[in-house]
Protein backbone atom coordinates (compact mmCIF):
# COMPACT_ATOMS: atom_id res chain seq x y z
CA UNK A 1 0.00 0.00 0.00
CA UNK A 2 1.44 3.52 -0.72
CA UNK A 3 2.31 5.64 1.68
CA UNK A 4 1.05 9.47 1.80
CA UNK A 5 4.08 11.65 0.66
CA UNK A 6 5.84 13.66 3.15
CA UNK A 7 9.47 14.93 3.35
CA UNK A 8 11.01 12.48 5.80
CA UNK A 9 9.16 10.14 3.51
CA UNK A 10 10.64 11.47 0.35
CA UNK A 11 14.00 11.94 1.94
CA UNK A 12 14.32 8.18 2.88
CA UNK A 13 13.30 7.01 -1.06
CA UNK A 14 15.46 9.01 -2.72
CA UNK A 15 18.32 7.84 0.16
CA UNK A 16 17.76 4.63 -1.65
CA UNK A 17 19.47 5.73 -4.97
CA UNK A 18 22.98 5.06 -4.59
CA UNK A 19 25.64 8.60 -5.70
CA UNK A 20 28.67 9.47 -5.88
CA UNK A 21 29.69 12.14 -3.49
CA UNK A 22 31.47 15.29 -4.82
CA UNK A 23 32.54 18.55 -3.21
CA UNK A 24 31.39 21.98 -4.84
CA UNK A 25 34.06 25.01 -4.38
CA UNK A 26 34.16 28.22 -5.82
CA UNK A 27 36.25 31.36 -4.72
CA UNK A 28 36.17 35.10 -5.12
CA UNK A 29 39.11 37.86 -4.03
CA UNK A 30 38.05 37.56 -0.37
CA UNK A 31 36.04 34.42 0.34
CA UNK A 32 36.59 30.52 -0.49
CA UNK A 33 34.53 27.73 0.47
CA UNK A 34 32.45 24.79 -0.31
CA UNK A 35 30.05 22.04 0.16
CA UNK A 36 29.29 18.31 0.09
CA UNK A 37 26.69 17.25 -2.84
CA UNK A 38 25.16 14.42 -4.52
CA UNK A 39 22.64 16.37 -6.50
CA UNK A 40 24.33 16.89 -9.60
CA UNK A 41 24.82 15.33 -12.93
CA UNK A 42 26.19 15.92 -16.30
CA UNK A 43 23.73 17.96 -18.26
CA UNK A 44 24.28 18.25 -21.81
CA UNK A 45 27.06 17.93 -24.39
CA UNK A 46 26.99 20.23 -26.63
CA UNK A 47 27.71 22.30 -25.13
CA UNK A 48 28.92 20.87 -22.16
CA UNK A 49 27.15 21.53 -19.11
CA UNK A 50 26.80 20.57 -14.85
CA UNK A 51 23.94 21.17 -13.04
CA UNK A 52 24.55 21.46 -9.34
CA UNK A 53 21.74 22.31 -6.69
CA UNK A 54 22.15 24.05 -3.88
CA UNK A 55 20.31 24.67 -0.39
CA UNK A 56 18.73 28.12 -0.37
CA UNK A 57 20.75 29.10 2.48
CA UNK A 58 23.76 27.77 1.60
CA UNK A 59 27.05 29.63 2.32
CA UNK A 60 28.85 28.38 -0.98
CA UNK A 61 25.97 29.18 -3.02
CA UNK A 62 26.88 32.87 -2.06
CA UNK A 63 30.24 32.62 -3.39
CA UNK A 64 29.11 30.94 -6.27
CA UNK A 65 26.59 33.90 -7.45
CA UNK A 66 29.69 36.54 -6.70
CA UNK A 67 32.49 34.84 -8.50
CA UNK A 68 30.48 33.49 -11.60
CA UNK A 69 32.42 30.21 -10.97
CA UNK A 70 31.97 26.53 -9.07
CA UNK A 71 34.21 23.11 -9.27
CA UNK A 72 32.74 19.39 -8.74
CA UNK A 73 35.42 17.76 -7.24
CA UNK A 74 34.62 14.08 -7.35
CA UNK A 75 35.52 12.16 -4.29
CA UNK A 76 37.37 9.23 -4.36
CA UNK A 77 37.09 6.40 -1.44
CA UNK A 78 39.96 7.52 0.49
CA UNK A 79 38.37 11.21 0.69
CA UNK A 80 35.37 10.16 3.48
CA UNK A 81 36.86 13.11 5.79
CA UNK A 82 36.92 15.73 3.07
CA UNK A 83 33.27 14.97 2.48
CA UNK A 84 32.38 15.10 5.96
CA UNK A 85 34.69 18.53 6.36
CA UNK A 86 32.61 20.00 3.96
CA UNK A 87 29.02 19.14 4.68
CA UNK A 88 29.91 19.97 8.53
CA UNK A 89 29.00 23.91 9.62
CA UNK A 90 32.50 25.36 10.57
CA UNK A 91 32.83 28.44 8.62
CA UNK A 92 33.15 28.62 5.22
CA UNK A 93 37.18 30.05 5.42
CA UNK A 94 38.12 27.17 7.53
CA UNK A 95 36.85 24.10 5.18
CA UNK A 96 39.70 24.21 2.57
CA UNK A 97 42.36 24.51 5.57
CA UNK A 98 44.10 21.18 5.96
CA UNK A 99 42.90 19.89 2.70
CA UNK A 100 45.13 19.60 -0.10
CA UNK A 101 44.34 21.73 -3.27
CA UNK A 102 45.44 24.07 -6.00
CA UNK A 103 43.63 26.85 -7.92
CA UNK A 104 42.24 25.97 -11.41
CA UNK A 105 40.92 29.17 -13.27
CA UNK A 106 40.84 30.32 -10.21
CA UNK A 107 38.54 27.95 -7.96
CA UNK A 108 39.53 25.96 -5.88
CA UNK A 109 40.35 22.07 -6.80
CA UNK A 110 40.95 19.10 -4.13
CA UNK A 111 43.64 16.88 -4.42
CA UNK A 112 43.00 13.36 -5.09
CA UNK A 113 39.78 13.69 -6.60
CA UNK A 114 38.70 11.36 -9.10
CA UNK A 115 37.90 14.14 -11.83
CA UNK A 116 37.38 17.65 -11.27
CA UNK A 117 35.33 19.89 -13.56
CA UNK A 118 35.60 23.79 -13.56
CA UNK A 119 32.34 25.32 -14.85
CA UNK A 120 31.10 29.04 -15.67
CA UNK A 121 28.19 29.74 -13.98
CA UNK A 122 25.33 30.12 -16.96
CA UNK A 123 22.11 30.47 -14.96
CA UNK A 124 20.64 29.96 -11.04
CA UNK A 125 16.91 28.16 -11.06
CA UNK A 126 14.84 28.34 -8.33
CA UNK A 127 13.72 24.79 -7.14
CA UNK A 128 11.49 25.10 -4.11
CA UNK A 129 14.15 25.31 -1.09
CA UNK A 130 17.14 24.63 -3.96
CA UNK A 131 18.49 26.52 -6.38
CA UNK A 132 19.54 24.73 -9.14
CA UNK A 133 22.88 26.24 -10.96
CA UNK A 134 23.77 25.30 -14.19
CA UNK A 135 27.96 26.08 -14.86
CA UNK A 136 29.25 25.99 -19.03
CA UNK A 137 32.69 23.27 -18.48
CA UNK A 138 35.65 25.77 -19.15
CA UNK A 139 38.26 23.06 -17.75
CA UNK A 140 38.62 19.43 -16.22
CA UNK A 141 40.26 16.31 -15.54
CA UNK A 142 40.52 12.96 -14.57
CA UNK A 143 42.03 11.17 -11.68
CA UNK A 144 42.60 7.39 -10.33
CA UNK A 145 40.67 5.23 -7.98
CA UNK A 146 37.63 3.97 -6.57
CA UNK A 147 34.39 6.18 -5.86
CA UNK A 148 33.24 7.08 -2.62
CA UNK A 149 29.46 6.68 -2.84
CA UNK A 150 26.39 7.77 -0.46
CA UNK A 151 23.91 5.93 0.05
CA UNK A 152 21.02 5.16 2.55
CA UNK A 153 22.21 8.12 4.53
CA UNK A 154 25.70 6.61 4.74
CA UNK A 155 28.98 6.95 2.82
CA UNK A 156 30.45 3.55 1.63
CA UNK A 157 33.45 2.57 0.03
CA UNK A 158 33.07 0.78 -3.22
CA UNK A 159 35.67 -0.87 -4.56
CA UNK A 160 35.18 -0.85 -8.51
CA UNK A 161 37.65 -2.03 -11.23
CA UNK A 162 36.95 -0.01 -14.30
CA UNK A 163 38.26 -1.21 -17.59
CA UNK A 164 39.73 2.30 -19.61
Known amino acids: MASEPDPELF ?4 G ?4 GVAVITSATA ?18 LLALVCFENNA ?6 RESGRFAVNVLSAQQEEVARVFASKIPESEKLEG ?24 DLIAGGDHTIAIGEVVAMDLGEGD ?5 GGQ ?8 ER
Open 59 to 64: RTLSIV
Open 11 to 14: REAF
Open 99 to 122: VGHRYEDGVPIIDGALSWVVCALR
Open 16 to 19: RFAT
Open 147 to 151: PLVWY
Open 30 to 47: TASGGMTANALCSLSLDP
Open 155 to 162: YHDVRLRV
